[in-house]
């Protein structure tokens, strides 16, 4: 139940019909795993944080490094060389201590996914490195969690949605085989322009603000070029032969 706090900082987006005091008192309900507090993890945390939801857990083995400042917008000098999901987890105390945090500075493997998505309504993966990616993918299918990913070097970014509790809709594996591509160019080799990144995360928070408000959320890979300022939509058809959500709902 809302408090008359809650109407308060809440008010602007009570006042939206897709919101309003139910979809408020839902998102605080909610529980959401963030893997990786960098360029993309920020901008997610803020803008979650904001909304409402009602409790993270925040995963990365980083620390903070004086590179990650220009994008990296939760962070200060003051932070460099301290763990980011420590530094993240402080920020959501400051932003509003009424919001529970679960904090995981290991790095998220295939073998310790399992456990940090117990009790996930959501994830999301804003990473930078397409083992942990693919990682993620096959561990949010096989538990049936919703996962929102985000992608970004250099001026280009990207956004995808897998909703594995729908027979339709394809995973990450459908779209790069995980056997194939186990090595990517990294933001410290190809270079990352902040607003890109932020774009992207910012975005992934409004995906998955909609997913878990119930509505209906745009399927499909999203690419964006922010060198040209063009958007593309790519409708993208689960693969019979996925390694990994193919015969996923048979097991
Ligand atoms: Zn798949």
């Given at each position: 139940?809302?408090?008359?706090?809650?109407?308060?900082?809440?008010?602007?987006?009570?006042?939206?019909?897709?919101?309003?005091?139910?979809?408020?008192?839902?998102?605080?309900?909610?529980?959401?795993?963030i893997?990786g507090l960098g360029g993309l993890g920020c901008p997610v945390l803020q803008?979650?944080?904001?909304?409402?939801?009602?409790?993270?857990?925040?995963?990365d083995?980083d620390?903070v490094s004086?590179s990650n400042l220009p994008r990296q917008t939760l962070y200060?000098?003051?932070?460099?060389?301290?763990?980011k999901?420590?530094?993240a987890?402080?920020?959501?105390?400051?932003?509003?201590?009424?919001?529970?945090?679960?904090?995981?500075?290991?790095?998220?493997?295939?073998?310790?996914?399992?456990?940090?998505?117990?009790?996930?309504?959501?994830?999301l993966?804003c990473t930078d490195?397409?083992?942990?990616?693919?990682?993620?993918?096959?561990?949010?299918?096989?538990?049936?969690?919703?996962?929102?990913?985000g992608a970004a070097i250099g001026?280009?970014g990207?956004?995808?949605?897998?909703?594995?509790?729908?027979?339709?809709?394809?995973?990450?594996?459908?779209?790069?085989?995980?056997?194939?591509?186990?090595?990517?160019?990294s933001c410290a080799?190809?270079g990352i322009v902040g607003p890109v990144v932020g774009t992207v995360g910012t975005?992934q928070?409004?995906?998955?603000?909609?997913?878990?408000?119930?509505?209906?959320?745009?399927?499909?890979?999203?690419?964006?070029?922010g060198?040209?300022?063009?958007?593309?939509?790519?409708?993208?058809?689960?693969?019979?032969?996925?390694?990994?959500?193919?015969?996923?709902?048979?097991?």
């Amino acid at each position: 139940m809302l408090l008359d706090q809650d109407f308060l900082r809440y008010g602007r987006q009570l006042l939206l019909p897709q919101w309003g005091e139910s979809g408020q008192n839902l998102l605080a309900q909610k529980r959401v795993v963030i893997i990786g507090l960098g360029g993309l993890g920020c901008p997610v945390l803020q803008y979650l944080a904001g909304a409402g939801i009602g409790g993270f857990r925040l995963v990365d083995a980083d620390a903070v490094s004086l590179s990650n400042l220009p994008r990296q917008t939760l962070y200060t000098p003051a932070d460099v060389g301290r763990s980011k999901a420590e530094a993240a987890a402080e920020w959501v105390g400051r932003h509003n201590p009424a919001i529970k945090v679960e904090v995981e500075t290991r790095m998220a493997t295939a073998s310790t996914l399992p456990r940090l998505l117990t009790g996930a309504d959501l994830v999301l993966d804003c990473t930078d490195n397409l083992t942990t990616r693919h990682a993620i993918n096959a561990a949010c299918v096989k538990a049936g969690k919703p996962l929102v990913s985000g992608a970004a070097i250099g001026w280009q970014g990207q956004l995808l949605v897998v909703q594995p509790q729908s027979a339709d809709s394809a995973c990450f594996a459908c779209l790069s085989d995980p056997d194939e591509h186990t090595q990517s160019a990294s933001c410290a080799e190809a270079g990352i322009v902040g607003p890109v990144v932020g774009t992207v995360g910012t975005l992934q928070a409004l995906l998955a603000i909609q997913l878990l408000l119930g509505l209906d959320s745009p399927a499909g890979l999203h690419r964006f070029d922010g060198l040209h300022f063009q958007w593309q939509r790519f409708a993208l058809a689960k693969s019979p032969e996925c390694p990994v959500c193919a015969n996923a709902l048979c097991e």
